[in-house]
Structures are given as structure tokens and as C-alpha cells.
Nanobody, 121 residues
Framework: QVQLVESGGGLVQTGGSLRLSCAVS????????MAWYRQTPGKQRELVAA???????NYTDSVKGRFAISGDNGKNTMFLQMNSLKPEDTAVYYC???????????????WGQGTQVTVSS
């Protein structure tokens, strides 16, 4: 069974930092693209940052210069370093990965269960 498990969320004061991790497990052939999304109550889930298999990254404008996405292909793990956090960064953060899996066979998009990030003012 393929799983994405996030960790590293929590409560932090404005200006603080957190590092989110996303660990991928299961019978995986390749991980193509990975991303972090976030969602607050009543709003659509939004893309925060993405990284391709080749290492190209992109960020939503509101986090540019503050967040950094990275991946460790050897360990099938992705990270989101979040610095200079603001109250508007408060959300549930979700890990997303487009993968080719051995079982079930084929390419699919998988989601983690989410981790809460709360930034107090």
C-alpha cells in the first residue's frame, strides 16, 4: 500500500520556522512530481510549492523567499522549510506526489493525511 505521511507541523509564533517532512512508502517505481498544498476552512486547497523529478521548483507568490521545497530521492522524502512564518500561513498542509507504482500498477496522484500548522500573532 502506498502511503504519504507528513510530519513537522505545530504551533509557532510569527516570525518563527517549521520544517515539514513527507515520507513516501510502498511499492514505488518512480516519483515524478511532488508538491505541498495547504487548506483553511471554507477555502479551496492551494498549491504552496512544487518540485519536479529533475529538481525544478516553483512557489506561490505569498511564500516566495520564505519557504523552500526540497527532496531526498534516495529516501523518498520531501521537505518544506518554512521561515518567517505569518498568521496567514496557518493551514493544514498536505503532501502530494505523482508516482508510478509497482502495485497498484500505473501512475497516480497520492495525498497525505495533512499536518496542521498554526502561526500565532
Amino acid at each position: 500500500q502506498v502511503q504519504l505521511v507528513e510530519s513537522g507541523g505545530g504551533l509557532v509564533q510569527t516570525g518563527g520556522s517549521l520544517r515539514l517532512s513527507c515520507a513516501v512508502s510502498g511499492r514505488i517505481f518512480s516519483i515524478n512530481d511532488m508538491a505541498w498544498y495547504r487548506q483553511t476552512p471554507g477555502k479551496q486547497r492551494e498549491l504552496v510549492a512544487a518540485i519536479t523529478r529533475g529538481g525544478s521548483t516553483n512557489y506561490t507568490d505569498s511564500v516566495k523567499g520564505r519557504f523552500a521545497i526540497s527532496g531526498d530521492n534516495g529516501k523518498n522524502t520531501m521537505f518544506l522549510q518554512m521561515n518567517s512564518l505569518k498568521p496567514e500561513d496557518t493551514a493544514v498542509y498536505y503532501c502530494n506526489a505523482k508516482m508510478v507504482t509497482i502495485w497498484p500498477p500505473g501512475e497516480r496522484v497520492y495525498w497525505g493525511q495533512g499536518t496542521q500548522v498554526t502561526v500565532s500573532s
